[in-house]
């Protein structure tokens, strides 16, 4: 008996050993990734590519990067090899890396060689031996320098001259120097004008005067400006003899009309642009337009007094039978009683809507992660205007998300006060739910409840949410709100379900093509200030590296908000004699630098636009065309995640086949098919089809408590029937099993 013990004894020894040693093996095996912006900055590519590691190793790993201008890499621009250390850095490119390339110079004259050899390139290739098969990666290039080109005026007679001015400015909103061509065109397309700009230190703007010939038939011109490679913008002024009006004369209107409305608010301000209110009468005439003709309804005479007039029109729009009307707009012919001045203008155009507002997922998450809590919706105004909808505070919404047998799933408003779904005044509704288990696609419904409109006109919309698929989960969990204005802290713990080491977090934040911030993350919590320079959103994306050598990613991204930023001018005197000085009050920050431009508020009216001008909303476009991220929010993992944070990452491959075979090993370990067992239990129903995909471990107890706690409409039937299909599925199981051995012992015969 001794020797049995003994012998038994040493087994357990050897296997306990094999066992300690390959752990311990295994957990000096770091994973390492680089991840790079998909659209590179030509002018400071080289500090864009980030190394991510896990623990350090005993033996330190490297690899090779190359970087090359062409798909095989025979123009090749530089070379380095790469040391992982633990945690989260940027490569650093040093001047050996480039020698191999541009050799006998020094540092500077390298860079600038660089950058010369890439001047005319829009893509660089690069290979890592982290790619299998010897691949390369493609990145676009881009130069992130933002361009402001206007005149003095949107229309000019052809004796007068044209003034142009330029200015640039980095992503960070900082002004550069640059040289550029100006090429104007008349009407008929034909250069009449080619000049080299300067953009110089200390003022950075470059003024450019242009006389228009004597001789010059009306139409619209074109002025386009080329800096550097690519950075390139364009504009049109008009050309024609025009009269400077007396009258200004401004038509307010609603944006959008119901069908169903019985009414039409105008507000009618005219004054004389030297100051005096007009007095007298107008006449309106409303066009209502489809999609093949235009009909006209006139209206009576409407008094104006010192100015203004104020009116519901209660006619009837539609009374003519219109088919199919889109939109309606106005033409108003105001007579001056005392001068008998008149003065015409049409009115912006009015759109016909069925309902008032419209609902927008642009900030909606579409996957659910189990385990988790997952936030979700946002709803707009329809209210259209001539650059985008706004937003309207305080609509009551009812949002249902059920899965494909109509197991109800309730959310919460994250920032509610009642039972209803309010918008706030960023018109939007946040909300959360959560769930252990995989529900497949989920069916979410959002509709108004708007009190204060019929049940036709709310408006509705239906859209569905996919399961996270990744066992190994992160989360961002502070995602309360969207909007945050500069100076408020952000602050965030990290949430990790599954095979995540708490040592090996991370956190990146991108804005404008920008790497702002990256460092590892302490104590599962993330916190910064939100700045001006975020502006106009602000991306964090958290990632986390697994035992098992895989990538997790979470990504949310924040609208900002600046706040005292830019430049305010106060007048004193807004009405002054001719050849009085003007006196103006700026208050701005320390080395602003300020351009002015007066122009003729008359001069404006002619065209109802200044179509030349920089404005706020084209400013922030210009600044959101710098992401390299999608406007897509999460993933259905975490490689979709880190690719629409705007990231390509080098080791993807070895993740996607570790994804890949665990699949693969839990589809081998899968029970019999569904086909196999719906033949025993002949049910065709969703809730026994529940049952027949439930994990092996689980009981059927344990899965009817997990349907009854998300059933409501549905709890008892849903219950029945998977409670009998998941017994069902077991007795099945032990037939096919049973069956599987005698077929078993009758081949070995």
Known sequence: MLPRIIQYSTHCIIVLWIVFFTRNRLSTIRCQFILVPNRLDSNNFLNQFILLSSQPAENRIRTNIT???????????????????????????DE??????????DGSEKTSKIKKRIANSRKLFVKSDLLANGQTKDFNLNENILIYFQTDKPIYRSTETVRFRLLLTDANL?????????????????????????LTKPYYFADYSFDLPLITKTGIWNADVLCGRAVKDDLRFEV????????????????????????LSIRLNATYFYGKPVNGYVYFSIFIKNETHTDKLNTNLFCIKDGHLRIDLKENLFSRNIISPKLIFLEAIITDLSTETKEKIKSKNIKLVQSPFKISLRFLNRFYKTKLANYIAKIQQIEITDVDDKPVENVPLDVEITSKSEIDIKPYQVNGNDDIFRTDEHGLVILTFRIDTVLEDLKMKIKTIDPNYSDSEQTSKETSLNYFDEKDLILISNQRKIFYTADELFFSSIVTYGDISDENLFYILI?????????????????????????????????GLTGNQTLVADSFRIQVVQKQCGVDVEIKDKILPPGANLLLKLRGQLNDIVALNAVDQSVSALTGKQSSMVSKQKFLQYLERNDFGLDRIGGKNSLEI??????????????????????????????????????FC??????????LHQPQHKSCQQGRSL???????????????????????????????????????????
């Not at 008892?716 to 078993?744: D, P, T, V």
């Open 642 to 679: 880190i690719k629409n944070a705007g990231f390509q990452i080098f080791g993807v491959e070895d993740q996607r086949s570790l994804n890949h075979r665990k699949k693969r090993i839990k589809r081998n370990h899968s029970s019999y098919s569904e086909s196999e067992i719906l033949g």
């Open 67 to 93: 970087i090359g201008l062409d798909q095989n890499l025979s123009d090749v621009l530089l070379r380095k090899s790469i040391e992982f250390t633990e945690g989260i850095k940027k490569v650093q490119f």
């Open 707 to 749: 349907i009854a706690s998300y059933s409501k409409r549905t709890k008892n039937e849903c219950e029945r029937i998977y409670f009998e299909c998941c017994l069902c599925r077991q007795r099945g199981r032990s037939i096919f099993m049973a069956s599987s051995r005698k077929s078993s012992k009758t081949l070995s015969l």
């Open 240 to 263: 024609r003899e025009y009269t400077v009006p007396v009258m200004k004369v401004d038509i307010e209107t609603p944006s959008y009309l119901l069908y169903t409305s019985q009414s």
């Open 511 to 543: 804005s404008k093509g920008h790497i702002l911030e990256m460092s590892k993350i302490v104590d599962k919590q993330i916190n910064f200030y939100i700045t001006n320079r975020m502006a106009p959103y602000v991306r964090i994306l958290v990632l």
């Open 174 to 198: 900082m002004p550069i120097e640059s040289n550029c061509n100006l090429t104007i065109k008349n009407h008929q397309k034909v250069k009449l004008d080619f000049a080299k700009l300067s």
């Open 682 to 691: 002949s049910r065709q129903h969703f809730c026994c089809w529940l049952a």
């Open 96 to 105: 050996d890396a480039i020698s191999t390339v541009v050799p006998n110079s």
